[in-house]
């Protein structure tokens, strides 16, 4: 399959939280001739299964987010400005000057901008400041509330960075939501190298939906399979630019990432210490293959893994990734050699599962 291009029509696929359905389509069009069966569940969770070789084989459940980062629309001004609120963790200094895209009530798109006072007319004391998003203002030319809702767009509409992908040196690519379509793009080379590597185990390949609005779409689709493993795939932050580097060790390039720990204590007091059995099982798999992998220990993230684990009678869980920078702008940058990678370590942890892999911590 052509990685590089998956990644680019995910990427070009709005897909805002609870929005999910372009990005649910799109993934079981991509993925649908490498498993066995595919289905939307309740949620929005698209959960494909590839049957294992075994009838009494372990359930696992390797899985990435289809959704992104946006904005809610939260007031029509009279005079056709629209107010927005925070759909996830958008960082407020990269929003002035963006151009945006609107989603509609009937589901389809109006572009505009996020404006900011004008330079000539800018104090210098304002120059530096970074404003909330409630301060801030989408403009698409209309000229009065009326124009706005004619346009389509109502109070709750969402919004989110206008769907980019560009190219940079090397396999290097750039843009909207590689956080997590890297991750979707790395499931449907996963199902298609396991279409010649049958599991003993079977394996749910799962796109998630809510991750980065509440993080608990995911624990849907694991009450429906009922998992013994659970892998997640997703970004982990780049530590190789000048800004990061004193903090992590990882670097985009050099390999995926195994996770040994993400803590979120902004609002939510949860996170993942993987499974100890799952980390040496993809260490074991990486010396093997030959895989170069790296690891990542974050504070004030979180992964779908985090709610994931706590399901059902408590499932072994383990974070992968793939290093990227400047998460949850509108230009985040990851290596789709680490994706391929990626699948492959994923690939060879999963055939090496079956029933004598111990579930329990110790």
């Known amino acids: 399959m052509d990685l590089k291009g998956v990644l680019k029509r995910f990427m070009l696929t709005p897909a805002v939280s609870g929005y999910e359905s372009e990005m649910a389509y799109a993934f079981i069009d991509e993925i649908k001739g490498y498993v066995d069966s595919t289905r939307i569940d309740r949620i929005g969770n698209v959960i494909a299964k590839i049957k294992g070789s075994k009838d009494d084989a372990l359930k696992v459940m390797v899985y990435a987010h289809l959704d992104q980062l946006g904005f809610i629309?939260?007031?029509?001004?009279?005079?056709?400005?629209?107010?927005?609120?925070?759909?996830?963790g958008i960082?407020?200094?990269?929003?002035?000057?963006?151009?945006?895209?609107?989603?509609?009530?009937?589901?389809?798109?109006?572009?505009?901008?996020?404006?900011?006072?004008?330079?000539?007319?800018?104090?210098?004391?304002?120059?530096?400041?970074?404003?909330?998003?409630?301060?801030?203002?989408?403009?698409?030319?209309?000229?009065s509330a009326e124009q706005v809702r004619k346009a389509g767009i109502e109070?709750?509409?969402?919004?989110?960075?206008?769907?980019?992908?560009?190219?940079?040196?090397?396999?290097?690519?750039?843009?909207?939501a590689a956080?997590?379509?890297?991750?979707?793009?790395?499931?449907?080379?996963?199902?298609?190298?396991?279409?010649?590597?049958?599991?003993?185990?079977?394996?749910?390949?799962?796109?998630?939906?809510?991750?980065?609005?509440?993080?608990?779409?995911?624990?849907?689709?694991?009450?429906?399979?009922?998992?013994?493993?659970?892998?997640?795939?997703?970004?982990?932050?780049?530590?190789?630019?000048?800004?990061?580097?004193?903090?992590?060790?990882?670097?985009?390039?050099n390999g995926p990432c195994i996770g040994m720990y993400s803590f979120h204590g902004?609002?939510?007091?949860?996170?993942?210490?993987p499974h100890a059995g799952l980390v040496k099982l993809a260490e074991k798999t990486a010396e093997e293959e030959k895989i170069n992998t790296q690891y990542f220990a974050g504070l004030g993230i979180l992964t779908d893994s985090s709610y994931i684990q706590l399901e059902n009678e408590g499932v072994a869980a383990i974070e992968l990734g793939y290093p990227a920078r400047y998460t949850h702008t509108p230009v985040e940058v990851c290596s789709v050699e680490d994706l391929e990678k990626l699948s492959e370590l994923a690939v060879g942890m999963l055939t090496r599962l079956d029933k004598t892999f111990e579930l329990n911590r110790y």
């Open 266 to 273: 902004r609002g939510t007091l949860n996170g993942t210490l």
């Open 73 to 88: 629309v939260r007031k029509i001004e009279d005079d056709g400005f629209i107010q927005v609120d925070r759909l996830g």
């Open 179 to 253: 956080d997590d379509r890297g991750g979707c793009a790395s499931l449907v080379r996963i199902a298609s190298l396991l279409k010649d590597k049958k599991p003993k185990a079977d394996i749910y390949i799962v796109g998630t939906a809510w991750e980065e609005f509440n993080l608990r779409g995911a624990m849907m689709a694991a009450r429906t399979i009922e998992p013994d493993v659970a892998i997640c795939l997703d970004v982990m932050l780049a530590g190789d630019t000048p800004d990061l580097k004193v903090r992590y060790e990882d670097k985009i390039g």
């Open 91 to 143: 960082p407020e200094k990269v929003l002035p000057g963006l151009d945006v895209s609107i989603r509609t009530k009937s589901g389809g798109y109006v572009d505009g901008v996020i404006g900011m006072k004008s330079h000539h007319a800018t104090s210098p004391d304002e120059k530096y400041k970074v404003d909330f998003v409630t301060k801030l203002h989408l403009d698409i030319g209309a000229s």
């Open 155 to 176: 109070i709750g509409c969402p919004a989110l960075y206008k769907p980019k992908f560009g190219e940079l040196m090397g396999d290097m690519v750039f843009g909207t």
